[in-house]
Structure formats: C-alpha cells, structure tokens
C-alpha cells in the first residue's frame, strides 16, 4: 500500500472515531476498539476495494449498520 492512500485511510479512521464518539457517546478508546474490529475497518484498510475514496459520512453509514445489525451491507 503506498503513503497517500496509507494517509487517506488513517485520515478517514480519525473522522469516523469522532463520529462514533458523537453518535454513541463512546469513549474515545471504545470507539477505536470498534472500529477497529470491523469489517468495514478491513474493507477500509484493502486498496482493492476503493472504499478509502469514499467520504468518512458514506464509510460511517457502513459501520454504523454493522454496529446495530451485525451485518455489513
């Protein structure tokens, strides 16, 4: 994986902390625990699958529903 795309992915991590910290009221550890173990996070991290182009709001909507279902659609 090369340095931008390395930088966009930690750049999104950042932002989707801070959302699930305002969305669940989590602590900043738990909601890097969370995210973490996702399988969006892993989805995120694989270059072959693009996501790391998308906006932290459309990847949020990703590990928000795997939150709440179990399920990442």
Known sequence: MNNDIQFQIEGLASELVA???KRYGWSMKRALDELF???TYKRLCDP???LY???AVYVFSYLQNEIETGEVK
């Open 37 to 39: 173990s996702s399988e």
């Open 53 to 55: 182009y998308e906006s």
């Open 19 to 21: 959302l699930l910290m």
């Open 48 to 50: 072959d699958c693009g």
